[in-house]
Structure formats: C-alpha cells, structure tokens
C-alpha cells in the first residue's frame, strides 16, 4: 500500500479523491449557504429589535460580484475593535496555513524566501481588497421601505466643502451614492459652510418623488456638543461664530420670527448633561441611534441601551446617519420618516415636513432600519468571535439570488482550479 504522506512519494489522482478533499472550499461555502438560510440572521434589524418595515434590493452587478460585495458590506458595519479581531483571526489561519501545508525538500534558503514572498503577496492582497472596500466602485444594496408613505432619510453627510471629505467627493457624488442605497432625502451637513448643499440645489428634483433630494444644514457645536442643524442657512447664519451656534442669538432670531432650530444630537460624543427642546427653550429634537463613522459605529453598539433610554426619557426621534465623508460604498442605517403624499412635494417642502414632524411628534417621528451587526461586545472573548460572527451573518442575510451567485462563484472557482491542476502538481515547496 502506498503512503501519499511520505516525501516523494507519488500523488494521488486528483478524480479518486472524495468530494471533500477535491473542493473543500466550495462543500463549505455550499453549507454556509444552505444553512445560513435555513438557521442564520436577517440582513436587517431595527434598535428595539422589532421588525424592520423594509427590505434590501440588489441589482445584477451587485449579483455579479455577489462575493465580494458581500464580504466588504459585512465588513463596512464593524467597529475598529472588531477589525483588529478579524485581522488577527486571519493572520492566525494564514499560520496555521503555512505550518500545516505539505512540504516538500528544499534548502533553507529557498524556504525562507518562499515564506517571504507568500507573506508579502498576502498582505499586498489584504491591503488591495480593503483599499477597493474604500474607494473602489461598486454596486450598492438598496433600502426599499413596505410603505409608499416612507421617506428614507439621511440626517448627516458630507462633501468634499468639509475638511475632512475625501478630495472630488461633490455634491452630485453623495447624490449618487445616497440614491444606490435607496435614500429618498439626505441633509448635507458640511463643517461651518452650506456651499455643497449650495452647489446640489440646481440638482435637485422638482418633485422629491423623482429622485434623491439634497437638502441643508449644518455640522455644528451647540453648547458644547456636535449638532446637525437642519434647516435653511438663513436661520442659523447669524448666529454661527467659527463653529459654535451661539446661543444669545439663536434665541434672539426666535424671537424675530424665525423657524425655530432643528438640533440632531450627532455620536460620537458624551451624552451626559443633553438639553431636550422644550416650548419655551431650544434643544435637541432627535439623536442619533446609529452612526456610520467608524467611532460613531463604536458609540452606537457600545451605548445602545443608553441612547435608547435617552429617546424615551428625553422624548427625542431616533435617526440615522451615514456620516459618509466619500468612503465605502456600504449604507449601515437608514431613517424613515411617514409623510403622507411627500412624493408631490417640492425638496424644500419636504425639508419643511420632515422639521415639522421631528418637532411634533419627536420619539413617535421616526423609525431606523440598521445592517444587523454581528456585535457581542467589547471584551476579548466576544472580540474573539467576530470572524466567525462575520461569516454566520453574512450568509444568514444573503437574498436567494446572492445565494445563487456565491454557489455559481464557489463551483465555478473549484472547476477552473481542478482543470488546471493541484498545487502540488504544478509547482513544489509552497
């Protein structure tokens, strides 16, 4: 009886080994599939745990690179702590990878640039796949509310007018970016200016049913905490001194008559001493619930519990932001908003409903569809279980037609890889 183990010895054929040792990657990839419909999570979730009222829609590009857009979408939604934790999950298999390969005989020397080499091709590779993640185009899930009256809003981004927005970000760039993820209204909150709201009016639609609407506001400090302050530059023009809104003259243009401010409290932040709206006073009418920045995802899982008790206790409409500076091309929350017939309103008149309705009805304005996170918490042992937690989400929200694709990506790669031979038959030592 021949042993295949042993250095030298003649390797098996390739068609009278089991399934499983032919195309492991694709049997496993096919059980994730299976079983994460059958077993796993939902693609969306709500704060309070209760039944998003929408559901995700993908078009054939995204289909086409169902693998790839799936995985940066699943990792677009994590917190920087679980980062770290999926990296070093992966630097630990890429060791266990190279310790348990076959070997074959070889000089040291010729090992150990083989071990170089692979080391740096692979982290090349990581590098290039998270940089695509960033910058690279591709095609977006898009939020599609189950009821006609819903308006998918965005209470926070930005352009390239802001500091800190990635260079040829525009206004017309976020339009677009906003319209593949399925939003209806997205308020331009720049730093200190209003010109990429300015610069996306001509773009906007006549009817707000047409198409993605830009709307305005502000990224501002509001008595010592980071607000958007949604609404018209002339109610809020006179009273900005650097990046403050200074309190005596917001009052003071109240009084004049003006609309009175719309204040999201933004995260991340101290959500200690938070001043609520009140009839004679002004104050934060809505806070956000989550928050796509990497610290603002940190702050909306780590202190979800709190933030949800501060929307009933300090009655404020819980929304979502995307907080997007130009990067990812991955929405992690949307904001809905019931405006009856928004669809025949101008952009601005729809601007004005949305204010009206966060002021009116606070809590009860607004609902928050969220990407399920795979989030136990802080500490090692739940950091530990991210990759995992990754890879179970991931194919549990999967629609059929994703499923369809991962299997035709998993047998067509395992196919084209046994035609061109295994790698032990092609080339030694690696």
Same mark, same amino acid.
């Given at each position: 009886?021949?042993?295949?183990?042993?250095?030298?010895?003649?390797?098996?054929?390739?068609?009278?080994?089991?399934?499983?040792?032919?195309?492991?990657?694709?049997?496993?990839?096919?059980?994730?599939?299976?079983?994460?419909?059958?077993?796993?999570?939902?693609?969306?979730?709500?704060?309070?745990?209760?039944?998003?009222?929408?559901?995700?829609?993908?078009?054939?590009?995204?289909?086409?690179?169902?693998?790839?857009?799936?995985?940066?979408?699943?990792?677009?939604?994590?917190?920087?702590?679980?980062?770290?934790? %999926?990296?070093?999950?992966?630097?630990?298999?890429?060791?266990?990878?190279?310790?348990?390969?076959?070997?074959?005989?070889?000089?040291?020397?010729?090992?150990?640039?083989?071990?170089?080499?692979?080391?740096?091709?692979?982290?090349?590779?990581?590098?290039? %796949?998270?940089?695509?993640?960033?910058?690279?185009?591709?095609?977006?899930?898009?939020?599609?509310?189950?009821?006609?009256?819903?308006?998918?809003?965005?209470?926070?981004?930005?352009?390239?007018?802001?500091?800190?927005?990635?260079?040829? %970000?525009?206004?017309?760039?976020?339009?677009?970016?906003?319209?593949?993820?399925?939003?209806?209204?997205?308020?331009?909150?720049?730093?200190?200016?209003?010109?990429?709201?300015?610069?996306?009016?001509?773009?906007?639609?006549?009817?707000?049913?047409?198409?993605?609407?830009?709307?305005?506001?502000?990224?501002?400090?509001?008595?010592?905490?980071?607000?958007?302050?949604?609404?018209?530059?002339?109610?809020?023009?006179?009273?900005?001194?650097?990046?403050?809104?200074?309190?005596?003259?917001?009052?003071?243009?109240?009084?004049?008559?003006?609309?009175?401010?719309?204040?999201?409290?933004?995260?991340?932040?101290?959500?200690?001493?938070?001043?609520?709206?009140?009839?004679?006073?002004?104050?934060?009418?809505?806070?956000?619930?989550?928050?796509?920045?990497?610290?603002?995802?940190?702050?909306?899982?780590?202190?979800?519990?709190?933030?949800?008790?501060?929307?009933?206790?300090?009655?404020?409409?819980?929304?979502?932001?995307?907080?997007?500076?130009?990067?990812?091309?991955?929405?992690?929350?949307?904001?809905?908003?019931?405006?009856?017939?928004?669809?025949?309103?101008?952009?601005?008149?729809?601007?004005?409903?949305?204010?009206?309705?966060?002021?009116?009805?606070?809590?009860?304005?607004?609902?928050?569809?969220?990407?399920?996170?795979?989030?136990?918490?802080?500490?090692?042992?739940?950091?530990?279980?991210?990759?995992?937690?990754?890879?179970?989400?991931? %194919?549990?929200?999967?629609?059929?037609?994703?499923?369809?694709?991962?299997?035709?990506?998993?047998?067509?790669?395992?196919?084209?890889?046994?035609?061109?031979?295994?790698?032990?038959?092609?080339?030694?030592?690696?």
């Amino acid at each position: 009886m021949i042993r295949h183990d042993r250095p030298g010895a003649p390797e098996p054929d390739g068609a009278r080994l089991p399934l499983h040792r032919r195309h492991p990657v694709a049997l496993t990839v096919t059980a994730l599939v299976v079983l994460g419909g059958l077993l796993g999570p939902a693609a969306l979730s709500t704060p309070t745990g209760g039944v998003p009222e929408a559901s995700l829609r993908v078009g054939w590009g995204y289909l086409a690179m169902a693998p790839v857009a799936g995985v940066l979408d699943a990792l677009s939604v994590l917190t920087l702590g679980q980062h770290y934790a %999926f990296l070093g999950t992966l630097i630990l298999v890429y060791a266990g990878w190279r310790v348990l390969r076959r070997r074959t005989r070889g000089g040291w020397l010729r090992r150990t640039g083989i071990e170089i080499a692979v080391a740096v091709a692979s982290l090349l590779g990581l590098a290039a %796949f998270y940089g695509y993640g960033m910058v690279g185009p591709r095609p977006m899930a898009e939020l599609v509310p189950h009821h006609p009256d819903d308006v998918v809003v965005d209470v926070h981004s930005h352009t390239d007018a802001s500091h800190d927005a990635r260079e040829g %970000f525009g206004p017309e760039d976020n339009r677009a970016w906003h319209a593949a993820a399925g939003f209806d209204a997205v308020y331009v909150s720049d730093h200190r200016n209003w010109q990429g709201w300015r610069a996306a009016v001509p773009g906007n639609p006549a009817r707000a049913g047409d198409g993605t609407s830009l709307l305005p506001a502000l990224e501002i400090l509001w008595q010592g905490k980071y607000a958007n302050a949604l609404g018209a530059p002339e109610r809020y023009r006179a009273a900005v001194e650097g990046n403050r809104l200074i309190a005596d003259s917001v009052y003071a243009l109240w009084e004049r008559g003006a609309p009175r401010p719309t204040l999201v409290l933004t995260i991340p932040e101290q959500l200690d001493s938070v001043r609520p709206a009140t009839a004679d006073s002004v104050g934060f009418v809505a806070i956000e619930v989550s928050d796509a920045s990497p610290k603002g995802l940190r702050q909306s899982r780590r202190d979800r519990a709190l933030i949800l008790r501060m929307v009933d206790s300090l009655d404020l409409a819980p929304v979502a932001a995307s907080n997007n500076h130009g990067w990812g091309r991955t929405a992690a929350a949307w904001t809905l908003i019931r405006i009856p017939g928004w669809r025949e309103r101008t952009p601005d008149a729809l601007n004005a409903a949305i204010e009206e309705r966060l002021h009116s009805e606070r809590a009860g304005a607004s609902r928050v569809v969220e990407r399920r996170s795979p989030y136990f918490g802080s500490s090692v042992p739940a950091l530990a279980l991210t990759a995992p937690a990754v890879l179970w989400q991931m %194919f549990g929200g999967l629609g059929f037609g994703q499923r369809v694709a991962w299997l035709a990506w998993a047998w067509g790669l395992a196919l084209v890889i046994a035609r061109l031979g295994t790698p032990s038959q092609r080339t030694s030592g690696r």
